[in-house]
């Protein structure tokens, strides 16, 4: 089956402009995140959406980053006024995440951010 | 603090030689371990996890809790095995996020 995808593949942008990159998860996937991969460095959380319930923000690294999801399928992640730090790939993972048997995240192909 | 530690950001092998990737983890409660691994033009994908306990790809690995440790090994390599290898700490009672490691590269030479 389709697994999840991610768009753009790639996304340059000027500094200062906004950008919003997009999510599909696998369907009947409850659970959906978003890690940030800068260049030599390892995935850093960003934020967790499942189901219903509040998002664990706690990752995200400052208030221009944001993030939604409807219900439990797309989510975009917004970042605004983007700066030259922000250039990284962004991933995302849905996973059925019912528990411990269930705890298997599957990624995305990444969107690769380039701030100029 | 919840942290993990890969100490080589590169590991270069020759085929038929046994490799160890290491991986160490800080973390308070009972730890959920597992490596994913990305192949060239690949995406991310999940490796082993330590509470199977089992073989993929000839892999191992075998939580030591006195040591904090997660090492990946496999007695002999494959030029097949070449990618990068991450560490991840899942925090099951925080939605099962991943806190990953820095990553190591593996290279095996013919």
């Known amino acids: 089956g389709a697994g999840v995808s991610q768009s753009p593949s790639n996304k340059v942008t000027e500094k200062g402009k906004d950008v919003e990159l997009r999510c599909d998860p696998i369907?009947?996937?409850?659970?959906l995140y978003w890690y940030r991969q800068r260049l030599g460095q390892g995935l850093e959380f960003l934020i967790y959406?499942?189901?219903?319930?509040?998002?664990?923000k706690s990752g995200l690294p400052s208030d221009r980053f944001s993030a939604e999801r409807t219900g439990e399928s797309v989510s975009t992640l917004t970042i605004q006024r983007t700066q030259q730090e922000d250039s990284a790939v962004y991933l995302c993972a849905s996973s059925p995440f019912l528990g411990l048997d269930s705890y298997e995240q599957y990624f995305g192909p990444g969107t690769r951010l380039t701030v100029t | 603090a919840q942290r993990v530690t890969q100490p080589e950001k590169l590991l270069s092998v020759f085929k038929g030689a046994p490799v160890e990737l290491k991986c160490n983890y800080s973390?308070?409660?009972?730890?959920?371990l597992f490596w994913y691994v990305q192949y060239s033009r690949q995406r991310l994908q999940l490796l082993l996890r330590h509470i199977s306990r089992e073989s993929i790809k000839g892999f191992t690995a075998d939580l030591n809790k006195g040591e904090t440790s997660f090492h990946l090994k496999k007695p002999f390599a494959q030029e097949e095995d070449s990618a990068m290898y991450y560490c991840?700490?899942?925090?099951?009672?925080?939605?099962?996020?991943?806190?990953f490691g820095q990553g190591t590269e593996l290279s095996v030479k013919p």
């Open positions: 991840a700490l899942m925090i099951y009672n925080q939605g099962g996020k991943l806190i």
């Open positions: 959406f499942q189901g219903n319930s509040a998002p664990d």
């Open positions: 369907s009947g996937h409850t659970a």
């Open positions: 973390y308070s409660g009972s730890p959920e």
